[in-house]
């Protein structure tokens, strides 16, 4: 189970990166919702689409890593990682279907005290 999260949200994070937003279905849920710095920025994949679009277009060059998974929970169907986009780094948690797709997507971005 744990193997196939990560792939999935690999997936997922590199159709971001070749802007191969119809690939989107193949590891969102059609009612997938992402919550960043607490507010919704899209509840369907249609949004989803719309909003990595448009981030696309306000950053052509920025690519989206994964800079490591760190804590896979089976028993909440989680998988939590750092993933790194335009210079940021946002601790983001996974949550995903009985389906086996991602279903919510929970963005925090890190901060980092720069001395």
């Known amino acids: 189970m744990a193997e ?21 279905d193949n590891v ?11 507010d919704i920025v899209f509840k369907n994949i249609d949004e989803a689409r719309e909003y990595y679009f448009k981030e696309h277009q306000a950053h052509p060059s920025a690519e989206w890593k994964i800079i490591e998974f760190q804590q896979d929970d089976q028993y909440n169907d989680t998988l939590t990682a750092r993933v790194s986009y335009n210079h940021h780094i946002y601790h983001t948690t996974y949550t995903f279907s009985s389906g086996g797709k991602i279903e919510k997507i929970h963005s925090v971005p890190e901060h980092h005290h720069n001395t």
């Open 28 to 38: 969102l849920e059609h009612y997938v919702e992402k919550i960043e710095h607490s």
């Open 4 to 24: 196939t999260h990560k792939k999935i949200v690999q997936q997922f994070v590199q159709a971001l990166d070749a802007h191969h937003l119809h690939d989107l």
